[in-house]
């Protein structure tokens, strides 16, 4: 029996109401295909009568399902995020399952007491972007057998269920066109370096840069936290050095549109004087002035695999998900150009 702990309105008093038993009032509120449709109509009709709301927790804890899903994303501050939960909302809005949102501000501490929380029967699986500290929480729910999946990061082992894109690809491709254009000193701003993303990215970057016979020099690596700021204060740092770089390579876009404001503070043209580059193609990227040249991450994409891969764990939870990582793409457009002195 499911107990309604939300309501003074009890499931006996709906199956008094009705003229049916407790039992067929749960079946028709874990949604039992097996009540006929007159029953269903007839008990739903009564709870809609006395207010009564079944409590999806106490469902749970009766050996049901809550049929709600757990996302939990670090902030609601960027396009990143948006269309990442774009994905996830489209591929829900498909099986009747709700969602529930908690976001951390990349407090590692908030992120692992949300996991805790949710996972002890509040929703069904959960879905975590750009989680901060896996690690702390990842044994404990493949040990449980609680269904998870991370979106853009690499996880614990190759057999933790992820979605991601292919960063170190992308941005090596990034570098490899600044090069290509021309410049040989271009300076990197990363993300978090405790993340799995910004280790990729940071690797694709070096990579290219030794294809080119180039050293990586310290003084052209700068950590941000994927925040406008980091851009801003990255850029400027570059911009300080006596010998500045040529082209700036943000790890993301908004880290990247950061830069552009600093580059303009000190009265210097994008992309006559310096060139920048971005990373995920958020809808920002292409209205920004000039419009941002930017590796494309498929952020809907990954929301939707994630989304498809947590319902297969949820139908299927004996089989192994595995790691999909997703293709990443170059965009090009105004804010980059050969370097002064060379022809495009």
């Known amino acids: 029996m499911v107990i309604d702990t939300d309501s003074r309105v009890t499931i006996v008093e709906v199956a008094a109401r009705s003229g049916v038993s407790s039992a067929t009032v749960s079946r028709v509120i874990n949604g039992d295909v097996h009540v006929r449709p007159a029953t269903r109509e007839r008990v739903l009709r009564v709870m809609h009568d006395l207010g009564y709301i079944a409590n999806r927790q106490a469902r749970s804890l009766a050996g ?3 049929d709600v899903i757990g996302l939990i994303v670090p902030d609601l501050g960027t396009g990143y995020i948006g269309e990442i939960i774009r994905g996830i909302d489209i591929e829900l809005g498909q099986t009747g399952l709700d969602l529930i949102l908690y976001t951390t501000h990349r407090t590692a501490s908030k992120e692992a007491n949300y996991v805790a929380n949710l996972a002890q029967g509040m929703v069904d699986g959960l879905v975590l972007v750009l989680p901060r500290s896996p690690a702390d929480y990842i044994e404990a729910l493949t040990r449980r057998r609680f269904p998870f999946v991370l979106v853009d990061h690499q996880g614990t082992g190759r057999d933790c269920p992820a979605v991601g894109a292919n960063n170190w690809r992308g941005a090596r491709d990034a570098t490899e066109f600044l090069l290509q254009l021309g410049h040989t000193r271009i300076g990197i701003i990363t993300g978090s370096m405790d993340l799995g993303c910004s280790q990729d990215r940071l690797a694709g970057y070096r990579a290219a840069l030794q294809d080119h016979q180039l050293p990586a020099l ?21 911009l300080d050095l006596a010998d500045p770089p040529s082209a700036i390579f943000a790890s993301n876009d908004v880290m990247a549109m950061g830069v552009m404001d600093a580059v ?21 990227s292409a209205v920004v002035y000039p419009p941002l040249t930017t590796v494309q991450q498929p952020l809907e994409d990954m ?42």
């Open 303 to 344: 929301g939707r695999a994630a989304t498809q891969m947590l319902l297969r764990i949820l139908k299927r939870p004996e089989e192994n998900a595995g790691r999909v990582e997703l293709p990443t793409r170059l965009v090009t457009r105004g804010s980059t150009s050969a370097p002064k002195g060379r022809a495009g």
């Open 218 to 238: 310290p003084e052209l690596e700068y950590e941000g936290a994927f925040l406008q700021p980091d851009g801003y204060a990255g850029g400027s740092a570059f």
């Open 64 to 66: 049901g399902r809550t």
């Open 264 to 284: 303009r503070n000190r009265g210097l043209r994008i992309p006559d004087d310096i060139s920048v580059v971005g990373f995920d193609n958020i809808p920002q």
